[in-house]
């Protein structure tokens, strides 16, 4: 009973439009009142706890060195760079894009900010080579979902919190899954380039390949950074994330010198927009599980589904595939981490899922979410950065969302992909 009044009131305010933090806080409120065990402080107390985590200054850290990364020209000499070494091949701007988009995915560890800072340059690139405008957009909005997936992943970040997992092998778990993915978009971009009979770039010369990658070097050189920095021992993620914003300032300002007073309002204003908001719902969901947590609601559901018959790894992997596929419609990802892994961490331990497969497994699961609809954050950014549709950019993604699900397929039948280099690694 109390299960079915928490998660009613939840949607109810949802329906509402109520925002997602104080929909959590909202219902949990509702039900310690009613049943008898709110006190004023619970609720305060239970959100500083939930925020009172080194580990989770990682997450404002990527999200400003991402930020600095897309105003302060990194990004813009990483994708010069490419199009001058890969630009010629068939699909060439295709290539550039997933690229594009893998590196600054190995940077950012946010995929809304990835779309945004490759799709405002490559989506007019594309168009202006006589790409669809429509395939363009999908490209971008479904490969700038690498940004959660290859390290450094916020919602990763957020997993290891949750379930008490090292962040450090949460990351180079995501290493070989991020790159089969990488393998996947460009294998398609180029047979759908020649299918179309899209052209070619003009070859760069060899001068204008050593210049570009000269000037773009400062900028790949930091993923190598912030892994190298947490792999080796040197830091934690989040001391690499402050590494990660002190030299993106420094190239922006010193090297690149693409920034001014002017760009900083811009760049603390959208890193403090996005870090409140994760924080915010890390600390609501806190609540929500202080609720779920007293009333055994976690215990209740695990002991119904392993007295089924029917429940295993497989039929596991298949019920939450379609619970993230549902809730991914309405829910941004940190949201559905935060609900779910509760109730599904015990479960999933006894039917014995590692934690770091289910990791990878779970965040290719919210990838596909960022470019489903009504909620998808990569269809909002592409849309408004293309000015299109959502329905438009929603079109362009559908076949990259097949892509997903097949990628998806593979990781859950084959755990090494995800399991082998954390086995290989101490931390």
Same mark, same amino acid.
């Given at each position: 009973?109390?299960?079915? +009044?928490?998660?009613?009131?939840?949607?109810?305010?949802?329906?509402?439009?109520?925002?997602?933090?104080?929909?959590?806080?909202?219902?949990?409120?509702?039900?310690?009142?009613?049943?008898? *065990?709110?006190?004023?402080?619970?609720?305060?107390?239970?959100?500083?706890?939930?925020?009172?985590?080194?580990?989770?200054?990682?997450?404002?850290?990527?999200?400003?060195?991402?930020?600095?990364?897309?105003?302060?020209?990194?990004?813009?000499?990483?994708?010069?760079?490419?199009?001058?070494?890969?630009?010629?091949?068939? %699909?060439?701007?295709?290539?550039?894009?997933?690229?594009?988009? *893998?590196?600054?995915?190995?940077?950012?560890?946010?995929?809304?900010?990835?779309?945004?800072?490759?799709?405002?340059?490559?989506?007019?690139?594309?168009?202006?080579?006589?790409?669809?405008?429509?395939? +363009?957009?999908?490209?971008?909005?479904?490969?700038?979902?690498?940004?959660?997936?290859?390290?450094?992943?916020?919602?990763?970040?957020?997993?290891?919190?949750?379930?008490?997992?090292?962040?450090?092998?949460?990351?180079?778990?995501?290493?070989?899954?991020?790159?089969?993915?990488?393998?996947?978009?460009?294998?398609?971009?180029?047979?759908?380039?020649?299918?179309?009979?899209?052209?070619?770039?003009?070859?760069?010369?060899?001068?204008?390949?050593?210049?570009?990658?000269?000037?773009?070097?400062?900028? +790949?050189?930091?993923?190598?950074?912030?892994?190298?920095?947490?792999?080796?021992?040197?830091?934690?993620?989040?001391?690499?994330?402050?590494?990660?914003?002190?030299?993106?300032?420094?190239?922006?300002?010193?090297?690149?010198?693409?920034?001014?007073?002017?760009?900083?309002?811009?760049?603390?204003?959208?890193?403090?927009?996005?870090?409140?908001?994760?924080?915010?719902?890390?600390?609501?969901?806190?609540?929500?599980?202080?609720?779920?947590?007293?009333?055994?609601?976690?215990?209740?559901? +695990?002991?119904?589904?392993?007295?089924?018959?029917?429940?295993?790894?497989?039929?596991?992997?298949?019920?939450?595939?379609?619970?993230?596929?549902?809730?991914?419609?309405?829910?941004?990802?940190?949201?559905?981490?935060?609900?779910?892994?509760?109730?599904?961490?015990?479960?999933?331990?006894?039917?014995?899922?590692?934690?770091?497969?289910?990791?990878?497994?779970?965040?290719?699961?919210?990838?596909?979410?960022?470019?489903?609809?009504?909620? %998808?954050?990569?269809?909002?950014?592409?849309?408004?950065?293309?000015?299109?549709?959502?329905?438009?950019?929603?079109?362009?993604?559908?076949?990259?969302?097949?892509?997903?699900?097949?990628?998806?397929?593979?990781?859950?039948?084959?755990?090494?992909?995800?399991?082998?280099?954390?086995?290989?690694?101490?931390?």
């Amino acid at each position: 009973m109390n299960i079915a +009044a928490l998660f009613s009131s939840f949607t109810f305010l949802i329906l509402f439009r109520i925002p997602i933090a104080i929909a959590l806080v909202g219902a949990s409120i509702i039900m310690f009142w009613l049943t008898g *065990t709110f006190t004023t402080w619970t609720i305060p107390h239970k959100m500083f706890t939930a925020l009172n985590s080194t580990t989770l200054v990682a997450i404002p850290g990527f999200v400003l060195a991402g930020a600095i990364m897309a105003k302060g020209g990194i990004s813009k000499y990483l994708i010069d760079a490419l199009r001058a070494w890969v630009g010629h091949l068939s %699909g060439g701007l295709s290539v550039v894009t997933i690229l594009a988009c *893998t590196f600054f995915a190995a940077i950012s560890g946010s995929s809304p900010a990835t779309a945004a800072a490759v799709g405002s340059i490559m989506i007019p690139a594309m168009v202006d080579a006589g790409y669809n405008k429509r395939y +363009a957009m999908g490209l971008v909005a479904a490969s700038g979902t690498l940004g959660i997936l290859i390290p450094p992943s916020i919602p990763l970040i957020v997993y290891g919190v949750v379930t008490e997992q090292s962040i450090g092998k949460l990351f180079i778990a995501g290493v070989i899954p991020g790159m089969f993915l990488t393998l996947m978009l460009i294998i398609y971009a180029v047979i759908y380039a020649k299918k179309k009979g899209y052209g070619r770039l003009e070859k760069a010369t060899w001068a204008k390949r050593r210049s570009s990658l000269s000037k773009a070097s400062w900028g +790949a050189f930091l993923p190598i950074l912030i892994l190298g920095c947490i792999y080796s021992g040197a830091t934690t993620p989040s001391e690499a994330a402050i590494i990660a914003c002190v030299y993106s300032l420094i190239v922006s300002l010193f090297i690149y010198k693409e920034t001014s007073l002017n760009n900083w309002h811009q760049i603390l204003k959208d890193s403090i927009g996005v870090s409140s908001m994760i924080m915010l719902i890390i600390a609501a969901a806190s609540v929500f599980s202080l609720y779920m947590t007293q009333e055994q609601i976690p215990q209740t559901i +695990a002991n119904a589904m392993l007295s089924s018959d029917f429940l295993g790894k497989t039929t596991f992997f298949i019920a939450t595939a379609i619970l993230f596929l549902i809730l991914g419609m309405f829910l941004e990802s940190s949201s559905i981490m935060l609900i779910t892994l509760p109730l599904l961490l015990p479960i999933m331990l006894s039917v014995g899922i590692n934690p770091y497969h289910f990791a990878i497994v779970m965040i290719i699961n919210m990838e596909i979410a960022q470019i489903t609809p009504p909620v %998808g954050l990569n269809l909002f950014v592409i849309s408004g950065i293309a000015k299109e549709n959502l329905s438009e950019v929603f079109k362009g993604s559908a076949v990259f969302i097949l892509l997903m699900v097949v990628c998806l397929i593979i990781m859950m039948v084959f755990p090494s992909l995800s399991l082998w280099l954390p086995n290989k690694m101490s931390f």
